[in-house]
């Protein structure tokens, strides 16, 4: 029989194997689907079809194998050694034995591998010419890697489904490597690497499809168990022709276990974790995803896809292996951070957690009240009720951007009563910062929405501002709109003295005053004077006038929702083009902000 055609066998086996036991474990556990039954049949599956399968590689593969590895045994010490695995796992798995037993059988299963199964990095190639021999640190080096490779993908989240997919995925990745670089004669590929990496694909094959959508867990023994596997692939199966090649395959294929273990780590430190053994208790990615409302398929279809972006880019890797060490160096800085800074984006984005509506959240030091416009009719009426003056501020990402700019507009803004979440730009950044509001609570919205209230109670309102007639036209709107509503007074916004406007304002006694000269121009107005007159409630309402009284088109539903409504402004009005570019620095501000709000976070004291 060819070499191909028995690590094809093998691979078949061992898919067949797994599907068709975890079935018939499933079908076992009927309703009473208890959560260790279903781990144990997870890893049980997953560990028989391994061995199945690697058993079949030496007696169909004798031949081919012996020449192929040289010195060694064939595949029977990776069975024993994982049989170790496995089983000690497996017993911790079912409550019993001792803490520090699965550890110490992933040690010896290591040390079979090194001594045995001559599994060791020897001689690596430097990036820029030359070899180094390892000698005894380079078999020291491979049982520490093999032990912690181990305990990462052991680490990995419970979430069922995940790890089998995950194997598939690295599993897949040097199988994919060994068939198409095996054979050149540096890249010193051990015989026994298609078989292994082949039996391993076929095993998660075959767990992902007898788990189907629900999935199984592989437990601790399962997971241990294929950890262990993947780190023997990576000593055994990486590409030897620099010292580079070497690292950065494992590294990346075995990417997401590794990332769940630093933000483990860091949310172990964050807890205050002072015992080591609590780490395994830490918070993994899944749970943060649970956390932000991922449903468990879309969690690990989320990780999965950064586990698959990795294994892709290991590939382009090897794809690359004759280009320069810098270009793929360049190349890893470039597409690596990006992925990952994506991931967690996306996890905060794209969270379903319920909105909160109570609060502030911080946008580059703007404070925004998280509102609904339920509340925030509610609250203002509370302002009115109240006493005193009060000034509401509603704020787009140019309005936040025009404060960054403007000390004076960012000490209004702080000091406002009220700051609603007027654009889809800041209910996408309080997402980022995982503060997620409720709704966008428009200036245009609330003019509509306190007419009703003021109809309702008898509030007094007045219009201030926009080209004249335009405040008189939305005037005519809001009293046919709400029938009973008292409006003391219109101004146009092209006025000379201040002065005297302030004069008519003390005279007309609004309850509310609506003011649309653009930002900073109607705050600014606002500050001036709404203590000194005494005025309950203030708000800088931009070009609502405008959309009020007809002379512009308020963007149609879609857009609104979909956030584009500054887009349909821009295009109705092509001279407010500039204000596009405070989009990009909003998105670069945020970016920067996000980073230092994470560097802060990771600055933990360490525990002593
Ligand atoms: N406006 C005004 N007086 C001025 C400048 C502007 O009344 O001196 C009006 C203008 O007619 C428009 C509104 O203020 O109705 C500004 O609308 P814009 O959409 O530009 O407001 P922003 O986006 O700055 O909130």
Known sequence: MTPTLSVGGAALLAAVAAWQLGRVLLCAAGDQRDSQFL??????????????GLLAVPSVDSAASSAALGASPGAAWLVLAGALVLLAGLWRDLGRGVRGQSMAALVLAALIAVTVGGVSVEQVKLPFGGFVDLGLAGQVLTVAWIVAAAVVVRLLDPLPGLTAGFGLLSAGTFFVVVVAK????????AGISPSLSAVLLGACLGVVLAGGRTGLSLGRAGSGLLGFLLAVLTVVGTLKHTAFLLVALPVLSLAVPMLNVFYMRRQWQRAGGADPASLDRARTLGDMLGRRGFGHTRAVELLLGLQAYCCLTALALVGLVTVPVVVKLLLLAMVLPAAFVAFFLLSRIAARVAAVDAGKVRILDVP??????????????????SGGAHHVFTADASGIMRAQEEPELAEIIRTCDLVTADGAGVLWAARIFDFPLPERVSGVDLVRRL????????YRVFLLGAAPGVAEAAADVLRAENPGLDICG?????????????EVLRAARPHILFVA????????????????????????????????????ERAPEWMQRAGLEWLFRVLQEPKRWRRLAALPKFVGAIAVSTWRDWRRQTKVPRPS
Not at 451 to 458: D, K, T, V
Request: net charge negative; glycine share 12%.
């Open 517 to 552: 000269l653009g930002i900073p121009k109607q705050e600014q107005f606002i500050r001036r004077w709404y203590k000194e007159l005494g005025l309950p409630l203030c708000l800088g309402i931009g070009g609502s006038f405008d959309v009020i009284s007809g002379k512009l």
């Open 39 to 52: 781990t144990i049949s997870g890893a049980v599956a997953f560990g028989l079809a391994v061995t199945l």
């Open 182 to 189: 095996g054979h050149e004669p540096l890249a010193r590929v």
């Open 490 to 502: 219109v101004r146009d916004g092209y006025f000379k003295d201040e002065a005297e406007i302030a």
């Open 368 to 385: 925004i009240d998280a509102l609904t416009y339920q509340s925030a009719e509610q609250r203002m009426d509370e302002l009115i009720r």
């Open 451 to 458: 007419s009703g209230l003021a109809a309702r109670q008898g």
